[in-house]
């Protein structure tokens, strides 16, 4: 083994010198890290201990971390978000395995969703409204409704615009257009604002919901995208097969053309996902409570003033860990879509 | 068969038609209804009306007398400033790291490869907080600010020495910026061996005289402490700052990884052909792979570019009074949140639009 | 979610029009706009409660409507949702430390009810800058919270006195405070009572000084949406009522024993003669319970601003108008 290192690392001077180089930038960073974090850093005592020291300020992170994990949460009612986490860490392992890959998986995925939903909610004595909603649990609600909801939207309008009538081509194309145009923070500006302001007297949407809805445009514009990339990357010839044994447009879509478009863009899908989920960290600017917001909000403690980097890391390890998770099952899929061929 | 096809393609583009015909009209009147029982004021006569708040960083002069067309204004030239700095340096940084990716040094390629992997997965949010809580906390306040290489620092700011005329400003920063996009033609298209020595050659003498020996006639003012603040001298606020590492390094990961791909995608015999001509790695890179790669990889750079424009978008979470940001406060000030953000989705667009325009003129699709 | 089937229900029963009391009576709780967390005016407490002057104005018109003052939705607002929420219908009053001025109330769609605080803009700093007086301020940086008159109010100042100004500005108000207490900024501006709010949150208050200097004139009111006169009625009577309380020497705790008064005047105030509840809409004892359950507005003031909270503020514009404040509600008759 060590033979395979030095054959990577230090095969001639050139390589050598570039490891050593690059071995002295790890070892400054991981050094000045364990520095900070386990050597001088303070994991038991209070702030002015903290304030003291230069290291870390983990009992910071300690005392305020099931805030920045839950929010406002009632801490009575604790384990009903913790179990929905444990459900989705659950749902997540069953979905990535190949074997369950079959039609049923968007309704198992639906009930999931449900119950996460009907977790978090609960029921009359222990009704949580979803003002006091916040932290992991709805940043994972946010993102994973948004994009289970957007996906569908966004199959509809590739359809629409890779199809040959004139008007849900042009509709399509003006909307994906106007919404990729735009940054995320003005169609979130949008709906927190301007929504009520459409809606008849009385009516109102919860501004959970109104973010809820604003990721979902936004979502499946760029859906669309990739899976019109998809679309056209089906041979005529599949079209035209189809069409010869006599099925009509909808089925032609539904069983053969659809099958084959989604499964080849998985990889561009899932950057696409990995990017929605960083971004429902904006709604913090429309005074939505999810992870980043928390975090923030955790900061300013009169008690606790001044370890935003401790709060930040803690939040960056929290997203770099579900992010990468993803990314590794992007390439994992990707790598088996190229052994298939 | 095909005449039913087409009937049955009518009705259903004519449904489509007037379902969302239909709905745009619904919801409009409801949204005319509302505006006028509520009496909240409509149209764009406010633009015209005092401004009356101050901005903190400005490319031209504002005050608080002017309008919320001259406020809004300077919140464009705000983005605009940012995007193009930062698309400048994030291309680089995707340059940097994009080479470094594929090198055969395999110490590099991980360090590239792991250094890609924790800012791609990180949000850009998350980031821009954490460069603006650093440069805010470390840095000390302007009592005490620390001199380094005759900038000071502070935490409201990185105060430099400039030229006290302002002629003399311009010409230094149009022969940097010569000397920089010299650098960019340098690395990336062919150039006769010969020429590029003198190139870089004349650009540093050139700095070199009028720094130098024009020293005497052009006065430099340095920043100093007066009273609250530091006068004198050109700064650079953290929100700027903060902003513009937080763009560059996150735009720079997604550019380097594209830039990477775009170079993996050539094929092997360039290479082969390259070195049975015995050219080395750096000049097969140069000369052959990197110009090759672009034709793949400049659609997606191109949008990169756009996403670092909108993702400037994220300023207002920090403080700096880009577009978005002033249009927020207007929002606030005035209650015209229709016209507002209708202005905002106006500029976005019709900057996303201008970039489709310019690719499909050299000839691509702006779609990869 | 329960909300919408709220609304739905709402929207069944009442097709046309149905005004916000006839809303907040059949929905069971009035919906109260309130601040994210401002010392004295609106901030929960350790364990959730919200308490404050603006929180205590919200359970006086749910004691007047419901004769409990325990039937009130705190929704939490940052200071560019807070008159979207009151526009839509989200919130039927914003109590929310907002300032009454002329463009708001023409051009944003909402109404203002009685003054409930009397405060005027000020400016905080450190006492070791040494400055006594805020036109020392020249070239000073100024944090400030974005979107509120605060910014307008400072621009308008520095340049009437022709001082350089630095703002900075942050869109919450955690971030203005912070980036004051690091020292990005020399000064921090917001309403004096807010200065006196923050000050108290802050690890070593003695190190900081409120200036002399009131620069604007702040009337705090609450607010309700355009367009529905007798909800405004409601929410402008029970304001005037804990003012009359105080003028009459009614108080929560003395209120009972008033119930024998032969002052027709309190007679009247408390609904032993009929007539006043009826027009507004509410209970004749809507006063009384008011009363009993909130007090009157000397004791709202002293509980959460006063001698008897940690802000200790003066009552200065803030009292009877026969005592040389500003108080002053019309003859409930």
Known sequence: MLKDYRKKYFNDLESSVASLLIFCIYFFIIGYFFNWLIIEGVW??????????????????????????????????????ILGIIILILGWLHFTKKKNWNNLLFFKFLALMFIYILLLRGFNDSFVPTSKWGGLPLTLLLSIVGIALSYPVGIFLALARTSNQLIPRYLSIIYIELIRGVPLISILFMSSVLIPLFLPDGVTINKLFRAQIAIILFSAAYFAEVIRGGLNSIPKGQWEGAKSIGLNYFQIIRLIVLPQALVKVIPPTVNTIIGMFKDTSLVIIIALFDLMGTTKASMTDSKWLGFSVEAYFLCALIYFIICSKMGKFSKKVEQELQRGH | MKAKYKLSSIIFST??????????????????????????????SFLGYEAGFEISESLVDYDSFDTYEKALLVGF????????????????????????????????KSFAENYINIIRNIPLLLQLFFWYALFTDIFPNVKEAKSFLGVLLTNRGFYFPIFTSTFVTFIFIFITGIFLVGILYFCLIRIKKYKIPSFICLNLFSLWIITLVFNQLFTVTHPTLQGFNISGGESLSPEFCSLFLGLTIYTGAFMAEIIRS???????GQWEAGRSIGLNDYQLLRFIIIPQSFKVSLPPLISQFLNLTKNSSLAVAIGYPDFVSIANTSMNQTGQAIELVGLIMAMYLSLSLISSVTLNFLGRSSRA | ????????????????????????????????????????????????????????????????IFNDPKKVDYVSLNAQQRFTALQSGEIDLLSRNTTHNLSRDTQMGINFA????????????????????????????????????????????????????????????????????????????????????????????????????VISKEPLAPAVRHGDDQWLDVVKWTIYALIEAEELEIDSKNVKSFSKSKNPRVRRFLGISRGNGKALGLDEAWAKNTISHVGNYGEIFERHVGKDSPLKLDRGLNNLWSKGGLLYAPPVR
């Open chain 2, 77 to 108: 030239l705000n983005t605009i400033k940012m995007a193009v700095v930062g698309c400048f340096f994030a291309f680089f940084i995707g340059l940097i790291f994009g080479v470094m990716g594929i090198s055969k040094k395999h110490a590099l």
């Open chain 3, 114 to 213: 009685p003054i409930v605080f009397f405060d005027g803009q000020g400016f905080m700093v450190r006492k070791k800058i040494g400055i006594k007086s805020a036109m020392e301020l020249d070239g000073a940086s100024v944090c400030t919270q974005q979107g509120t008159t605060t910014e307008l109010n400072m621009a308008d100042f520095f340049r009437s006195n022709r001082l350089k100004l630095k703002p900075v500005v942050f869109e919450s108000n955690e971030e203005v405070n912070q980036s004051f207490i690091k020292g990005r900024c020399d000064a921090l501006t917001t309403d004096r009572s807010g200065l006196a709010s923050e000050r108290s949150k802050m690890k070593n208050p003695g190190e900081y000084t409120i200036l002399p200097e």
């Open chain 2, 15 to 44: 449904t489509t038609l007037f379902l969302v015909g239909g709905i745009i009209y619904v919801l409009f009147s409801q949204l005319q209804e509302n505006l006028n029982t509520q009496n909240i004021a409509t149209g764009f």
């Open chain 1, 44 to 81: 038991v005592g209070d702030a002015s201990v903290c304030k003291s020291s230069t290291g870390a300020c983990v009992s910071f992170l300690k005392e305020k971390l099931v805030f920045i994990l839950f929010g406002v949460y009632p801490r009575e009612f604790l384990i009903r978000p």
């Open chain 2, 262 to 268: 775009g170079i993996l995608a050539i094929d092997k």
């Open chain 3, 1 to 64: 979610m329960k909300s919408s089937l709220i609304i739905l229900s709402i929207v069944l029963s009442g097709i046309c029009f149905s005004g916000t009391l006839d809303v907040v009576k059949k929905r069971g709780t009035l919906r109260c706009g309130v601040s994210t967390g401002l010392a004295g005016f609106s901030t929960p407490d350790s364990k959730g409660v919200w308490r404050g002057l603006d929180v205590d104005i919200c359970r006086a018109i749910a004691a007047a």
